[in-house]
């Protein structure tokens, strides 16, 4: 059974940057399509960005396009979320996700969940 484990997450300022690594372990990701979500107090959770198996075919979320590139390493068994540009919206609990079927953007498509990094921006 795959674990999938987030870090890089915390606090910085409007404007600044981070990254998110999404590692796992029990299973290697090179076959998966993996993506991001995030889920700010009181709302659901939000597709961020996925991206393909092999990593040609990648999708974002009109509010992170421009500001936020997913990437993978399958060598290293992990996916990354640089995070450019962050604005206060963008606080919230991000996790990484594996897909199993259907909608690339529904969260109920992904059946393995990481347990999420906290990420707050400042103003």
């Known amino acids: 059974q795959v674990q999938l484990v987030e870090s890089g997450g915390g606090l910085v300022q409007a404007g600044g940057s981070l990254r998110l690594s999404c590692a796992a372990s029990?299973?290697?990701?090179?076959?998966?399509?993996i993506a991001w979500f995030r889920q700010a107090p009181g709302n659901e959770r939000d597709f961020v960005a996925t991206i393909s198996a092999i990593g040609g075919i990648i999708r974002y979320a009109d509010s992170v396009k421009g500001r936020f590139t997913i990437s993978r390493d399958n060598a290293k068994n992990t996916v990354y979320l640089q995070m450019n540009s962050l604005k206060p919206e963008d606080t919230a609990v991000y996790y990484c996700a594996q897909y199993r079927s259907g909608s690339v953007v529904a969260d109920a498509s992904y059946d393995y969940w990481g347990q999420g990094t906290q990420v707050t921006v400042s103003s």
């Open positions: 029990g299973r290697t990701l090179i076959q998966y399509r």
